[in-house]
């Protein structure tokens, strides 16, 4: 299977700031299958980038999705109050369909 | 307005059994394939199974292979998730996903049902 690892596992900063989160995979994920989803405390994971750098709807364009083969990243160019969540991004160019485990966004 | 409304969890003991079920509306269940994520407490997110939209393809993550049966019934625009042989690692909530279309992965969630698995 291909195993997701995000960095940093926590990302301390203040809003107004840009914050840069990386995906990196284990193999290559070939079609740019990699997404991206927002989870606030206590909420449901929220769909976020798809393909690897295009947004679902209703997502600010203040989110943006990067990369390819095994190096992907996601920016949120100036950080909302309620962008501090968790951050997972997952792959889903093979089965299993495989999440990261995690970057923290927290208010610094 | 979509919505995936999970059901069926609850508290039960190890090497029991339990019937998940997620009533899907706002869309026509039969033409999505659809998964079930759980998540841990205080963990990340863990992919559990996936069915096509017929039913006539279904895969399982190696940890449930064997104990856990995903099935759906697009007549009543519902998914189910048979879970036996419970184990205390199970415990987490159990999310109902759709597939969007296209490439466009898990684009709507339920709100999560609990399982906690615990003598």
């Known amino acids: 299977e291909i195993v997701l690892t995000q960095s940093p596992g926590t990302l301390s900063l203040s809003p107004g700031e840009r914050a840069t989160l990386s995906c990196r995979t284990s193999q290559s994920v070939t079609r740019n299958y990699l997404a991206w989803y927002q989870q606030r405390s206590g909420q449901t994971p929220r769909l976020l980038i798809y393909d690897a750098s295009s947004r679902a709807t209703g997502i600010p364009d203040r989110f943006s999705g990067s990369g390819s083969g095994t190096d992907f990243t996601l920016t949120i160019s100036r950080l909302e109050p309620e962008d501090f969540a968790v951050y997972y991004c997952?792959?889903?160019?093979?089965?299993?369909?495989?999440f990261g485990q995690g970057t923290k966004v927290e208010i610094k | 307005e979509v919505q995936l409304v999970e059901s069926g969890g609850g508290l039960v003991q190890p090497g029991g059994s339990l019937r998940l079920s997620c009533a899907a509306s706002?869309?026509?269940?039969?033409?999505?394939?659809m998964h079930w994520v759980r998540q841990a407490p205080g963990k990340g997110l863990v992919w559990v199974s996936r069915i096509n939209d017929d039913g006539s393809s279904i895969t399982y993550a190696d940890s449930v292979k064997g104990r856990f049966t995903v099935s759906r019934d697009n007549a009543k625009n519902t998914l189910y998730l048979q879970m036996n042989s419970l184990r205390v690692e199970d415990t987490a909530v159990y999310y109902c996903v759709r597939d969007g279309v296209g490439s466009i992965p898990f684009d709507y969630w339920g709100q999560g049902t609990l399982v906690t698995v615990s003598s």
């Open positions: 706002g869309f026509t269940l039969k033409t999505y394939w």
């Open positions: 997952q792959q889903y160019d093979d089965s299993p369909r495989t």
